[in-house]
């Protein structure tokens, strides 16, 4: 996706590739080090919606240019526009889309993750630091009460106690708090990491793609049942999935000790 707003160099402020069943997003001001204008938002939309769209993606991964992942909302643009909010209603379903999109999303965290781009963090299923990221919701340190679903996503995430000092204490903490507390799932090494999440990313591409994607369904449908009643709708999934040419490969190739292959039929 390409918009030229903001990004001196003239080159697109999200990139979006896809290699295999992979797709990579990519937050692309580094010269500001990814600090998000409202323009992104809509590009950002408009990415994850031809993601989600498309059958063949089956985990996308989320990161930011050069060194950082995104420090939140680029605070010399909203600063002058003194006191108008540069954000619409719209512009906050990105974390929506990235959380309840079929594929699995990952973000891959370096240096600065805060404010909006926590916020993004949030929305996706896993998030995998590097020993260089810092963290901070930074929202009380500018007079907002915050954007993105924290509220909603880093409760679930940390606990709420965790996240309401996080919110009400804003201050900046590493890559081994993150993930003492649970907010990140794996520390990699900087030197390593886009090719160690890569991997990890590869292992879950390669799963049988109907059973990705419905146990992807059970997690958000598990969020808005009851126990009783997510019992009921996860049984019918897994004795449908039984059907399926995928999980009878599956269950072949374990036994014959082979790579099992997939046709998502």
């Not at 990579?24 to 993601?51: G, Q």
């Not at 540069?86 to 079929?102: I, S």
């Not at 009460?145 to 804003?170: C, H, I, N, Q, T």
Request: aromatic letters at 8%; charged letters at 25%.
């Amino acid at each position: 996706m390409n918009s030229q707003t903001g990004n001196t160099q003239m080159e697109p402020n999200i990139l979006y590739a896809v290699a295999g069943a992979i797709a990579t997003v990519t937050i692309n001001r580094p010269a500001r080090r990814n600090a998000m204008l409202p323009a992104m938002l809509a590009e950002m939309n408009t990415v994850l919606r031809r993601a989600a769209d498309d059958a063949a993606v089956r985990v996308l991964i989320l990161r930011g240019a050069a060194t950082d992942f995104c420090p939140g909302a680029d605070l010399n643009a909203t600063a002058a526009r003194e006191g108008e909010s540069p954000l619409t209603a719209e512009d906050f379903v990105v974390p929506v889309l990235l959380h309840e999109m079929p594929a699995v999303t990952i973000a891959a965290i370096q240096g600065g993750c805060a404010g909006a781009g926590l916020g993004w963090a949030l929305g996706c299923d896993l998030r995998f630091a590097a020993p260089s990221a810092r963290f901070n919701t930074a929202f009380l340190d500018v007079g907002v009460a915050g954007d993105m679903g924290g509220p909603w996503s880093l409760p679930r995430v940390v606990g709420p106690a965790k996240a309401r000092e996080l919110y009400f204490m804003p201050g900046k903490f590493d890559a081994e708090e993150a993930l003492r507390i649970g907010l990140v799932s794996k520390v990699f090494p900087d030197a390593t990491f886009h090719q160690d999440v890569t991997r990890i990313a590869g292992r879950m591409a390669a799963a049988a793609p109907i059973a990705l994607r419905t146990m992807k369904a059970n997690f958000l449908d598990a969020e808005k049942t009851s126990f009783r009643d997510f019992i009921a709708l996860e049984s019918r999934r897994h004795i449908d999935i039984f059907k399926t040419e995928d999980t009878r490969e599956a269950f072949r190739a374990k036994v014959e000790k082979r790579t099992p292959r997939f046709q998502g039929r």
